[in-house]
Structures are given as structure tokens and as C-alpha cells.
């Protein structure tokens, strides 16, 4: 029950992660400033995920 729980949270934490501020978030997880380039923090995000979500 609380590894169900756990993965609970984490899909709603990721999900709102990914909902609020999506520009600023990604640019912030993968290049660790809001103000660096999206394209560039997008495109490292995918090719790091292999371009899927697992
Ligand atoms: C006790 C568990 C956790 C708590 C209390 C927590 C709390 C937080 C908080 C307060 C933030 C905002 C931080 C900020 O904006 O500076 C955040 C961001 C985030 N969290 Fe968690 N978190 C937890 C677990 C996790 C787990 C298990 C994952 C993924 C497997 C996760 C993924 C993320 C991501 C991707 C962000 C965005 C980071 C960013 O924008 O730079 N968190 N979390």
C-alpha cells in the first residue's frame, strides 16, 4: 500500500511538473537556470529519455 501510494505521488508530482510551467521547469531540471534556451533544454530532455517516457 505505501509503494502504491508512493507511486501515486509520484505521478501527480511529475504530471504537475510537466502542467505547470512546462518551459520553465524543463529548462530548470536540464540546464538549471529559467532563463537558459528551451529548444536547446528540450531537445537534451528527449534525447536523455530516448525520446519515450521510460
Ligand atoms: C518526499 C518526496 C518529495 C517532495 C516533498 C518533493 C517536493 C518538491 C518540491 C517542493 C519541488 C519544487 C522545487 C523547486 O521548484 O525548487 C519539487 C520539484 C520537482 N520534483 Fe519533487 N518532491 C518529492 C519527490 C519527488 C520524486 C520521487 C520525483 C521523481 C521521481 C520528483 C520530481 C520532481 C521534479 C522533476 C521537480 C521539478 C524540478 C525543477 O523544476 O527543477 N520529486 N519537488
Redesign the pocket.
Known sequence: MSLLAFIG??II??SL?LIVHFQN?IR??VLGSDRANFWLALGIAIAASGGQSG
Open positions: 505521488f509520484i508530482h511529475v511538473v521547469n530548470d531540471i
